[in-house]
C-alpha cells in the first residue's frame, strides 16, 4: 500500500523557516505529481503547492516568493522550504499524489483528484 509521510513540522517565530519533505513508499515517486495542502484550525483544506513528475510547479498566491517546492526522485521525497514564515502559515501541512502526474492550480482545487494522503505535520508560527 501506498504510504506517504510529512516530517519536519514544528514551532517558529515569524519570519523563520522550516522545510517539510514528504517521502513515499511503495510507489516510483518519478510518475507523480506531489501536492502540499494545509488546514488551519476551522478552515478549509488548501491547496499551498504542487509539483509535477516533469518538475512544473504552482503555488497560491499567499506563498508565492516564500515557499519552494523541489524533488528528488531517487529519494523518493518532495521537499517544500517554507521561508518567512507567517502566523497565517499556521496550520497541519499534507501531501498527496496526483496519479497524473500533474500540477496546476486548477487541479489543487479538487482533493478528491488527489490520493495517498499522508497524517500531516504541525508548522506552527508564532511569537
Known amino acids: 500500500q501506498v504510504q506517504l509521510v510529512e516530517s519536519g513540522g514544528g514551532a517558529v517565530q515569524p519570519g523563520g523557516s522550516l522545510r517539510l519533505s514528504c517521502t513515499a513508499s511503495?510507489?516510483?515517486?518519478?510518475?507523480?505529481?506531489i501536492g502540499w495542502f494545509r488546514q488551519a484550525p476551522g478552515k478549509e483544506r488548501e491547496g499551498v503547492s504542487c509539483?509535477?513528475?516533469?518538475?512544473?510547479?504552482y503555488y497560491v498566491d499567499s506563498v508565492k516568493g516564500r515557499f519552494t517546492i523541489s524533488r528528488d526522485n531517487a529519494k523518493k521525497t518532495v521537499y517544500l522550504q517554507m521561508n518567512s514564515l507567517k502566523p497565517e502559515d499556521t496550520a497541519v501541512y499534507y501531501c498527496?499524489?496526483?496519479?497524473?502526474?500533474?500540477?496546476?492550480?486548477?487541479?489543487?482545487?479538487?482533493?478528491?483528484?488527489?490520493?495517498?494522503w499522508g497524517q500531516g505535520t504541525q508548522v506552527t508560527v508564532s511569537s
Open positions: 511503495k510507489i516510483t515517486l518519478d510518475y507523480y505529481g
Open positions: 498527496a499524489t496526483d496519479r497524473l502526474g500533474a500540477c496546476n492550480g486548477q487541479r489543487m482545487g479538487v482533493m478528491t483528484l488527489y490520493n495517498n
Open positions: 509539483i509535477s513528475s516533469d518538475g512544473s510547479t
